[in-house]
């Protein structure tokens, strides 16, 4: 998922994000994987200039440190973006339809 198609610009009209702590991010990636009946192999977070995620074909799944200052909306996408790539590793229609389904269905993991 590119940052620039995707990046929440910060404005004076903005709801500011409060920072979330990694660990309580994690919690939130693995509740996510459980709603999805995905199972990755790592959940990593770092430094990345050009997108929010990635998926690797080993299971591992890594995020923007930026993802901590984003609001619930922003993380909610990459997140379900990058743990749908464990079922379809393109971006190909099934992804594109499963990605919507899901984000139409629920604001939340607990909801769904």
């Keep these: 998922m590119r940052p620039s198609a995707r990046r929440h610009e910060v404005t004076a009209e903005s709801p500011m994000a409060i920072p979330m702590h990694s660990d309580d991010f994690k919690a939130e990636v693995s509740t996510w994987a459980i709603a999805l009946g995905v199972t990755p192999t790592e959940i990593c977070l770092a430094p990345m200039r050009r997108k929010w995620g990635s998926c690797s074909t080993r299971g591992?799944?890594?995020?923007?440190?930026?993802?901590?200052?984003?609001?619930?909306?922003?993380r909610r996408e990459a997140i379900v973006h990058?743990?749908?790539?464990?079922?379809?590793?393109?971006?190909?229609?099934?992804?594109r339809a499963l990605l919507a389904a899901t984000l139409r269905s629920t604001s939340s993991p607990q909801e769904g």
């Excluded at 990058?82 to 992804?95: C, K």
């Design 82 to 95: 990058e743990l749908i790539h464990l079922r379809v590793p393109n971006h190909g229609p099934l992804f």
């Design 60 to 74: 591992r799944v890594t995020f923007s440190l930026d993802l901590l200052l984003q609001p619930d909306q922003v």
